[in-house]
């Protein structure tokens, strides 16, 4: 088991609805990156944070926002949910010492968010 | 844009067969990482390649990325139904930030 864990496990919502998920990295991690992960598919880029600022970012609308923490926990808030939005999220964390992290990624169990 | 093609997309083998799973991406790949997801589960790191023509082993699995480093693949020696899960090729394009791509994947069966 990794040391990484994501709140809530599941999650019901409505159309139009905002929702935030919350995940805590790895002891000694720095970088956060969120994916999303439709039912049969791979996972989806969506952002990574880097040191609390948000250092690279995937095909996904700006209603898809975030944050680092100082200990390097994260938040991922999506606006105006869409049915469409209905997957797993997960986040990763991974030890970077600048840049766009691509080292070895730790993921968290994920929160499975519905859309109803 | 960038594109990671997986095939096969699913592959059902006898214990004791062999399974290959094959990564090929339309520009050159910076690096390759590669992950097992067990059904319900979270996709888990396996191994990273760097280097043309690198190929690294872990026990029963064989990891190689291609001479242009476009292309990758992961093969299993004599399965097991341990091996049960979705392969995932995840490619890092360099350059600009968010060059992240995960194939598909190739969902592994095996029939005891």
């Known amino acids: 088991e990794t040391g990484v864990t994501q709140s809530p496990t599941h999650l019901i919502k409505t159309r139009g609805q905002q929702v935030t998920l919350r995940c805590s990295s790895q002891?000694?991690?720095?970088?956060v990156s969120w994916y999303q992960q439709a039912l049969g598919q791979g996972p989806q880029f969506i952002f990574q944070?880097?040191?609390?600022?948000?250092?690279g970012r995937g095909n996904f609308p700006p209603r898809f926002s975030g944050l680092q923490f100082p200990n390097y926990s994260s938040e991922l808030n999506v606006n105006a949910l869409e049915l469409d939005d209905s997957a797993l999220y997960l986040c990763a964390s991974s030890l970077a010492r600048a840049g766009l992290s691509y080292n070895e990624q730790f993921f968290g169990p994920g929160t499975r968010l519905t859309v109803l | 844009g960038q594109q990671v093609m997986q095939i096969p997309q699913y592959q059902h083998v006898q214990e004791g067969e062999d399974f290959t799973t094959y990564c090929n991406s339309s520009t050159t790949l910076s690096n390759i990482q590669w992950y097992k997801q067990r059904p319900g589960g979270h996709p888990v790191f396996l191994i990273q390649l760097v280097k043309s023509g690198e190929v690294k082993k872990q026990k029963r699995l064989t990891f190689q990325f291609g001479e242009a480093k476009k292309n990758s693949s992961l093969h299993i020696t004599a399965t097991q139904t341990t091996d049960v899960g979705t392969y995932f090729c995840f490619g890092f394009y360099g350059g600009s930030q968010g060059n992240l791509i995960f194939g598909k994947g190739t969902k592994l069966s095996v029939k005891p």
């Open positions: 944070y880097y040191r609390e600022e948000e250092n």
């Open positions: 002891s000694g991690h720095n970088t």
